[in-house]
């Protein structure tokens, strides 16, 4: 992005053009790949004229002014239709910017377009979308991953230089690996959620995903920080970019648990990322074998606490002052009835799931049991955290699958296997592209770290980055 | 196991509308899940305490000042069937009817 | 004889008097255009978060320690999950598991003696919208109409333990906790207008059995009132049943003011679960140091203290001590009167009389221009029972007292030669009653009193009156 900006700043290209490529790029390519429910290019086109006249003052808002972005669609915007890839909000035009999309308009980021999802956020390959499957650009039967399948998608196919996904637990690091992008959960509580639809406020996060790793640090700083209508993250502190150095990893602890290269990883992803682990020794960090024995029990956990915040907070849906409204004689019927016909099988599934574990008979076995799993687990990460400076684990057991491929809800749930573990925690974690597949699919290597210490993953994650360009290059 | 019955009622509790398919279907899915989630319940927990689950973990206050309400016209803009002003819902049956 | 120990507790929810609502800046006033103060927060729009207000976390500790409570240093916010079209955000934040103040009392005057009840617990919750029913009620309405500028009002609801013993000493305690909220200045406690709010739980057992009964929860109780009869018509209720020998049920009912009993609310038991579970947009509630304390200097003198310190300091009965604890504005008059140096009793005997009537329609007289009547009482300027007429001049013209007497020529008449003289005529116009009386028949003598005063237009000093005409009738 440092060359697009030079470009910018020295006119060689307008904010205007910029734009316009990247619509045409989407123009091309999304009725194949389906990365953007709504496109908003007049917006975008008129923003970027906006840029274009403050950057011709000597006004740029940054030194970003007039490079476009992408959202994911479960993030608020002004004006701009938010549908959350649901029926049910097909229709819903925010009255508000989300916190992260009044940054990214303040650095002057013109928004091409909203992306797909699975329905409110809910999935882990953009299937469950009212508004059709993304696509792998990759290859056009795979899935993109998700839930932020379509903004890792954009990127990768070129449509949008960058994006915001959202990530709860995984949705944004496996997609990312699956489109061959970088991602990054930052650490809970420091980026503000405020106008993000929730589907689980203890774990959602919010986050860039970007083609380098300093691109994405770049948008990150844009992102980070506190704000006071979040009371979750009104203590957060900003973030400002590394520097990129790869001597910044001498000396690095580097934590490799034995429990995820166990079996169900595929031996092609696990070749990959042991390579990578090869290149951050040689760069001189020392690799440790540790154990996270709790995520074991991550995946239940996670779904067990997931779906339980979600059915509270997915019950605002009930056809009274936005939405999807289905007319009955009787308000519990037209809640029903609207609720039946605006949500998708993915979203009744988790709903009648949150509802169950948090019934006043199960509450004690199940939630607050899970609650408890999950207080053990962060116990278990931090303590993992103090031998080590970071933990570097695959990011996903395997690539892209097909389209249609996984039919049983609990098979699609374990592709948050390695993920899940950081948002339970509250630590940041980034995927990075390692490599591909015999099939060219792109693979992910995940850097986890301590709470606010995303510098650390972005300068292991560049190293690596780097030794591989120069592989590529080589 | 989780019958046809408990279905209907966690429904209910959900407002949700199912057909006999889907009563069906997460059915089996719910009793799946629960199959599942029975390690969790083996897991030695000891004294942990529940809840607290982020690290900035006490929360600031906001000042009770006033901040600018919504104009009334979008507050209803995105309301289904609104009235005077008013949002517009049918009949009110009390719980569990 | 009663057969049955009645046991009664009830749950209050106070509005709080914060300028914004309880997690968004809205304003909290009441009666402004339907849905003219609400934003993406308190319609629950997605994506919208809450942010906790400091006054009303203030106000709630300040009801707690006013209430004898324990103020928890760390509290939490729950949801509280159920369907309602007045409910935005289908949960209520409330606090379920933690609350802010636990473990209190109140101690009031139950007719002669002290009692006592226990507080269990205040936390802090907010208040959903506003429905308005096509039809007469809500059972009757096709559709309903809603209005969410009430949605996140700050409520503290006040939960006592079942220790109150009648619907009278409900009704009481219900009014002397409303006084001390009124006097720690957090709610204006405004019923009409749904700012305190009362449902009452009650139940029967055999006397002086330990074993607590079924217990109904009656519902729709807008009045001080409501809330007596209310539980007065199901005392009786359940005590017929239990004479019968049934069981009562476990239910909700709500009270019908027309027709003045309580009827079942139609609910299934199963389907009343509100999935409980820890509020995540919100970090646990932790109170800064000191805070605690810098709020219990705010509180000022309470209820009981002040009834404790007019009866001692003032001399009042404990009737009238309570009168000006009860009304603070004539409390407070008396005490500026008791300043300048009246007697307490004196001061209540002219507050509480007519002068309450004419106040209550028309505001308060200065202190100094209510001195200055008791001043020309004292001088016997005017008997007692003009008292009245000078006080509804006094609300009438901006002159003193004194310059309404001596204006209107109200003065007493006090000279003793000329009020003889009357007498002489009265009783010698009256000599067959004047006979009857010496015979023995002295219920005449408020007769002969009432003609001297006819005779001089009640201007008589009755004091002078009296004592010549028991002279002349020689008793």
């Known amino acids: 992005m440092r060359k697009t900006a030079a470009l910018l700043e020295k006119r060689q290209i307008s904010s205007e053009e910029l734009v316009k490529q990247y619509l045409t790029r989407i123009e091309e390519a999304d009725p194949q790949i389906n990365a953007f429910i709504t496109c908003s290019g007049e917006e975008a086109l008129a923003q970027a004229r906006d840029a274009d006249r403050r950057r011709a003052r000597g006004e740029a808002l940054s030194p970003w002014d007039g490079i476009p972005i992408a959202v994911k669609d479960n993030i608020s915007t002004m004006g701009l239709r938010t549908t959350c890839a649901s029926k049910f909000l097909a229709e819903y035009v925010p009255v508000f910017d989300a916190a992260v999309v009044e940054n990214v308009r303040k650095a002057g980021l013109p928004i091409l377009g909203k992306t797909n999802l699975d329905e409110f956020a809910m999935g882990s390959s953009s299937e469950y979308s009212a508004f059709g499957v993304t696509k792998n650009p990759h290859d056009?039967?795979?899935?993109?991953?998700?839930?932020?399948?379509?903004?890792?998608?954009?990127?990768?196919?070129?449509?949008?230089?960058?994006?915001?996904?959202?990530?709860?637990?995984?949705?944004?690091?496996?997609?990312?690996?699956?489109?061959?992008?970088?991602?990054?959960?930052?650490?809970?509580?420091?980026?503000?959620?405020?106008?993000?639809?929730?589907?689980?406020?203890?774990?959602?996060?919010?986050?860039?995903?970007?083609?380098?790793?300093?691109?994405?640090?770049?948008?990150?700083?844009?992102?980070?920080?506190?704000?006071?209508?979040d009371a979750i993250s009104s203590q957060s502190r900003p973030f400002s970019l590394p520097e990129w150095d790869l001597d910044s990893v001498r000396g690095l602890r580097v934590g490799v648990p034995k429990e995820f290269f166990g079996s169900g990883l595929n031996p092609e992803v696990e070749q990959a990322v042991n390579a990578c682990l090869g290149e951050l020794e040689r760069l001189g960090a020392q690799l440790q074998s540790i154990s996270l024995y709790t995520n074991e029990y991550a995946i239940e956990t996670y779904l067990t606490i997931v779906t339980a915040e979600a059915s509270s907070c997915l019950a605002r849906f009930d056809g009274v002052r936005y939405g999807r409204r289905v007319e009955a004689a009787d308000s519990n019927t037209m809640f029903a009835k609207s609720r039946a016909a605006g949500f998708g099988p993915e979203v009744k599934r988790r709903i009648m799931l949150g509802t169950y574990v948090l019934s006043a008979k199960q509450y004690k076995l199940f939630y607050e049991q899970a609650q408890r799993v999950r207080a053990l687990i962060q116990q278990d990460v931090a303590q993992a955290l103090k031998q080590v400076d970071l933990i570097v684990t695959p990011t996903t057991p395997n690539t892209a699958f097909k389209i249609g491929e996984k039919r049983n809800p609990l098979e699609m749930y374990l592709s948050d296997l390695y993920t899940a573990l950081a948002n339970l925690s509250g630590i940041p974690a980034l995927s990075l592209p390692c490599g591909r597949d015999s099939r060219g699919l792109p693979i992910g290597i995940q850097f986890m770290g301590r709470h606010f210490e995303e510098e650390l993953l972005f300068q292991a994650a560049y190293a690596v980055e780097q030794t591989q360009r120069r592989g590529e290059d080589a | 196991m989780i019958d046809r019955q408990e279905i209907m009622r966690i429904a209910r509790l959900a407002r949700l509308e199912l057909t006999e398919e889907e009563i069906e279907q997460h059915r089996r899915d719910l009793n799946q899940f629960l199959a599942s989630c029975a390690k969790l319940q083996e897991v030695e927990v000891g004294d942990t305490t529940v809840g607290y689950t982020i690290p900035a973990a006490t929360q600031t206050l906001r000042e009770d000042e006033l901040t600018p309400s919504l104009p009334q016209a979008e507050v209803l803009a995105g309301g289904p069937c609104v009235e005077g002003g008013f949002f517009r819902v049918p009949r009110i049956v009390e719980e569990g009817e | 004889?009663?057969?049955?120990?009645?046991?009664?507790?009830?749950?209050?929810?106070?509005?709080?008097?914060?300028?914004?609502?309880?997690?968004?800046?809205?304003?909290?006033?009441?009666?402004?255009?339907?849905?003219?103060?609400?934003?993406?927060?308190?319609?629950?729009?997605?994506?919208?978060?809450?942010?906790?207000?400091?006054?009303?976390?203030?106000?709630?500790?300040?009801?707690?320690?006013?209430?004898?409570?324990?103020?928890?240093?760390?509290?939490?916010?729950?949801?509280?999950?159920?369907?309602?079209?007045?409910?935005?955000?289908?949960?209520?934040?409330?606090?379920?598991?933690?609350?802010?103040?636990?473990?209190?009392?109140?101690?009031?005057?139950?007719?002669?003696?002290?009692?006592?009840?226990?507080?269990?617990?205040?936390?802090?919750?907010?208040?959903?919208?506003?429905?308005?029913?096509?039809?007469?009620?809500?059972?009757?309405?096709?559709?309903?109409?809603?209005?969410?500028?009430?949605?996140?009002?700050?409520?503290?609801?006040?939960?006592?333990?079942?220790?109150?013993?009648?619907?009278?000493?409900?009704?009481?305690?219900?009014?002397?906790?409303?006084?001390?909220?009124?006097?720690?200045?957090?709610?204006?406690?405004?019923?009409?207008?749904?700012?305190?709010?009362?449902?009452?739980?009650?139940?029967?057992?055999?006397?002086?059995?330990?074993?607590?009964?079924?217990?109904?929860?009656?519902?729709?109780?807008?009045?001080?009132?409501?809330?007596?009869?209310?539980?007065?018509?199901?005392?009786?209720?359940?005590?017929?049943?239990?004479?019968?020998?049934?069981?009562?049920?476990?239910?909700?009912?709500?009270?019908?003011?027309?027709?003045?009993?309580?009827?079942?609310?139609?609910?299934?038991?199963?389907?009343?679960?509100?999935?409980?579970?820890?509020?995540?947009?919100?970090?646990?509630?932790?109170?800064?140091?000191?805070?605690v304390e810098e709020i219990k200097s705010t509180i000022p003198e309470l209820p009981m203290e002040r009834l404790s310190r007019y009866e001692r300091e003032y001399g009042l009965s404990r009737y009238e001590a309570t009168f000006f604890v009860n009304y603070p504005d004539f409390g407070q008059l008396c005490e500026k009167l008791a300043a300048m140096g009246w007697e307490g009793s004196r001061a209540a005997n002219l507050l509480m009389g007519e002068y309450a009537r004419l106040a209550r329609e028309k505001g308060h007289l200065t202190p100094e221009r209510l001195a200055g009547l008791l001043e020309i009482i004292e001088d016997g300027l005017i008997s007692s029972n003009q008292t009245a007429d000078v006080l509804e001049e006094l609300f009438n013209s901006n002159l003193s007292a004194r310059e309404i007497v001596l204006e209107k020529g109200w003065q007493v008449l006090a000279d003793t030669d000329e009020l003889q003289a009357l007498i002489g005529e009265v009783l010698q116009g009256n000599v067959e009653l004047v006979e009857r009386y010496r015979a023995g028949e002295t219920k005449l003598y408020g007769f002969f009193v009432g003609q001297v005063m006819r005779a001089t237009e009640g201007k008589a000093d009755p004091k002078i009156v009296n004592d010549l005409l028991r002279k002349e009738l020689g008793t």
Request: charged letters at 25%; one cysteine or more.
């Open chain 3, 1 to 291: 004889m009663p057969k049955y120990d009645t046991v009664i507790g009830l749950e209050i929810h106070v509005a709080l008097l914060t300028k914004s609502k309880l997690f968004c800046g809205c304003s909290t006033t009441f009666g402004g255009e339907p849905n003219s103060q609400c934003c993406p927060i308190c319609l629950g729009l997605p994506g919208a978060l809450p942010r906790l207000n400091e006054r009303a976390v203030e106000y709630a500790i300040k009801a707690g320690l006013a209430l004898n409570c324990t103020i928890h240093e760390i509290s939490r916010f729950d949801r509280k999950n159920y369907y309602y079209p007045d409910l935005p955000k289908a949960y209520q934040i409330t606090q379920e598991f933690y609350p802010l103040c636990t473990d209190g009392y109140l101690e009031y005057f139950y007719g002669d003696s002290l009692a006592r009840t226990k507080i269990t617990r205040i936390h802090l919750e907010e208040e959903a919208g506003k429905l308005i029913h096509s039809g007469a009620s809500i059972i009757d309405s096709d559709y309903s109409l809603v209005d969410y500028n009430r949605a996140g009002i700050p409520l503290i609801e006040i939960v006592t333990a079942p220790d109150i013993r009648s619907p009278q000493q409900a009704r009481i305690f219900l009014e002397q906790l409303r006084l001390l909220l009124n006097y720690i200045g957090v709610s204006d406690t405004k019923m009409e207008e749904g700012s305190l709010r009362c449902d009452a739980n009650i139940s029967l057992k055999p006397l002086g059995s330990t074993q607590l009964g079924t217990r109904v929860e009656l519902k729709n109780l807008n009045s001080f009132r409501a809330l007596e009869r209310a539980l007065t018509y199901e005392e009786r209720r359940q005590g017929e049943i239990l004479d019968r020998g049934d069981k009562v049920n476990q239910e909700s009912r709500t009270w019908d003011e027309r027709r003045g009993r309580t009827l079942p609310m139609r609910s299934k038991a199963d389907a009343l679960d509100y999935r409980f579970f820890p509020e995540p947009d919100l970090p646990r509630l932790k109170l800064r140091p000191g805070w």
């Open chain 1, 140 to 229: 056009l039967e795979r899935v993109a991953g998700g839930s932020s399948g379509g903004s890792a998608a954009a990127v990768a196919a070129g449509e949008a230089p960058w994006a915001l996904g959202t990530d709860t637990g995984g949705s944004i690091r496996q997609p990312a690996a699956f489109c061959g992008v970088v991602g990054l959960k930052p650490t809970y509580g420091r980026v503000s959620r405020y106008g993000v639809v929730a589907l689980a406020p203890s774990l959602d996060q919010v986050g860039p995903l970007a083609t380098c790793v300093e691109d994405a640090a770049i948008l990150f700083s844009l992102l980070a920080g506190p704000d006071r209508r």
